[in-house]
C-alpha cells in the first residue's frame, strides 16, 4: 500500500494475564488481514504488581517471594497460551504476526512500543472496571497512533455495514474518507449516520449502531460522542460492535 492509502501498519494488540479471551482476538487478526497490516500482539507485565510484592518487612518477605513467585508462573502461562493463539489465528486469517512480551507501568503507550502508524487494539473485559486506566491508555495511544480500537466484551460477529459517525463539517470529510477505504478493505458497505431530533448522544448512537449489526463503528477521535462513550462504558457494550477511534488527517 502507499503512504497515502495506508489503513495501518500494524494492529498493536494488547494482551493482559489473566484477562478473559473474548472476540476482540479473531476480529483483530481479521482487521490485520484486511488491512494487510502486521497483528502485532504485546502481552503486558505490569510492574507496579512486582512493587507492590516488593515489602521490606523481615516477616513478609518470604509472603513477597510467594507471591511474585506465583504471578511469574501466571505470566509465563499467559505467554505461552496467548502466543499459541496468536499464531493459531494469524495463520488461520494468513495475517503477519509477531508476539513480544512487554513489562511497562500498566500502559503500552507509555513507552516506544506506540508507532504512528499502528491502530492501538484494547479488549475491554478488564480495562472496563477500571475506567481511569481505560482513558489514560486510549489517551496516550491517541498521542502517538493512527486510532484506538477498542473491542467490548461478548463481542458478536457481526456481517453489517461500517458505521461512520458523522458530525458534519470539514473534519467530518476526512473521516469519511477513511472509513471509505476501511469498508472497502474489509469489503462491508459503509453507512454514515449523523445527529437527528432523535439521535443526540453516545446512547442513542450506540442503539442505532447496534440495531444496523455494525461490523465496525468509526468515530473522530476528538468528537464529543467518543468522549461520551469513554466516560460511560457501558455504552461501548451497547455497540455490540467495535470502535475505532481515528485522528484526522486534515
Do not use: Y
Request: charged content about 25%; proline content about 4%.
Amino acid at each position: 500500500m502507499s503512504g497515502r492509502t495506508i489503513i495501518a501498519r500494524r494492529i498493536l494488540l494488547r494482551l493482559e494475564p489473566g484477562a478473559a479471551r473474548d472476540g476482540g482476538l479473531a476480529a483483530a487478526a481479521r482487521m490485520a488481514r484486511a488491512f494487510h497490516a502486521e497483528l502485532a500482539a504485546r502481552l503486558i507485565l505490569d510492574t507496579r504488581l512486582a512493587g507492590a510484592v516488593t515489602i521490606p518487612v523481615a516477616s513478609t518477605r518470604a509472603t513477597a517471594r510467594e507471591s511474585s513467585s506465583s504471578q511469574s508462573v501466571i505470566a509465563r502461562r499467559a505467554e505461552i497460551a496467548f502466543r499459541q493463539t496468536i499464531s493459531t489465528l494469524a495463520e488461520r486469517e494468513q495475517a503477519t504476526w509477531s508476539f513480544a512480551v512487554v513489562e511497562c507501568a500498566g500502559f503500552l503507550s507509555k513507552g516506544d512500543a506506540v508507532e504512528p502508524d499502528d491502530l492501538v487494539a484494547i479488549e475491554l473485559p478488564r480495562l472496563e472496571v477500571a475506567l481511569g486506566d481505560l482513558r489514560r491508555e486510549v489517551e496516550g495511544a491517541l498521542a502517538r497512533a493512527r486510532g484506538v480500537v477498542l473491542f467490548p466484551s461478548g463481542l458478536a460477529s457481526n456481517e453489517g455495514p461500517i458505521v461512520a459517525i458523522v458530525r458534519g463539517g470539514k473534519a467530518s470529510g476526512s473521516l469519511v474518507e477513511q472509513a471509505e477505504r476501511i469498508a472497502a478493505a474489509l469489503d462491508a458497505p459503509l453507512l454514515p449516520l449523523a445527529p437527528t431530533a432523535e439521535r443526540t448522544d453516545a446512547r442513542t448512537f450506540a442503539a442505532a449502531v447496534r440495531q444496523r449489526r455494525a461490523a465496525l463503528a468509526v468515530i473522530a477521535a476528538d468528537d464529543p460522542i467518543a468522549r461520551e462513550f469513554l466516560a460511560r462504558t457501558r455504552f461501548l457494550r451497547e455497540l455490540g460492535a467495535p470502535l475505532l477511534l481515528l485522528k484526522s488527517t486534515a
